[in-house]
């Protein structure tokens, strides 16, 4: 079974991508989903964040997310601390997951693929862009938060130039229909392997 690690900026339309790959039956584990999970779940993982940011990370035993983000995407250190927290937890999820799972391929969905040095983990990599212009756009109108809020995440993340040299495969988000053709080839080609 090969394992394919997807990835791309903020408002590349990862998600997108991922629906069109499950439509397909494809075994998707979205890292963001677990790492939630796990900033609820595991007491390891909730002690260490009690311990970066207090009491108010937690709102009657649920993540403070708003509070949590405001924190680590103006400051690149913590960033980093909530990471190395958390991201173990998640790769050793994924790989539980991973063993459970039959389909000729599985497919791991995370954001800082590259900047974390996970790539190294997966068969496969697929970068998945979009123009920046348009990626602010839609992070704007999906999260109602301002473009300078927008750019302050997208600082976090390296720029799509430099994943496209280490990924496998590109597809291009601009139109739908375009991205779906994209996201179907990639699928027969993977089946194949």
Request: aromatic fraction near 8%; proline fraction near 2%; charged fraction near 25%.
């Amino acid at each position: 079974m090969l394992k394919i690690g997807l990835t791309g900026g903020i408002g590349s339309g990862k998600s997108t991508v991922v629906k069109m790959f499950e439509g397909l039956g494809v075994p998707v584990f979205v890292s963001d989903i677990e790492a939630k999970r796990l900033m609820v779940s595991s007491k390891k993982i909730r002690k260490g964040l009690l311990s970066l940011f207090g009491e108010e990370v937690y709102i009657d035993k649920k993540l403070n997310n708003v509070f949590l983000a405001k924190k680590i995407f103006n400051d690149r250190h913590l960033l980093e601390e909530v990471n190395a927290l958390v991201h173990p937890s998640v790769r050793h999820s994924f790989k539980i997951w991973a063993a459970k799972q039959y389909h000729p391929y599985v497919m791991q969905e995370s954001a800082i693929l590259f900047e974390n040095d996970l790539h190294h983990f997966f068969d496969k990599t697929i970068l998945v862009t979009a123009p920046k212009h348009l990626r602010i756009q839609r992070v704007i109108a999906r999260d109602a938060c301002t473009e300078e809020q927008v750019l302050a995440r997208m600082s976090n993340q390296w720029e799509d130039e430099r994943k496209e040299t280490m990924s496998d495969f590109v597809i291009r988000n601009m139109k739908l229909e375009d991205t779906k053709q994209q996201v179907i080839k990639l699928h027969h080609i993977l089946m194949k392997n």
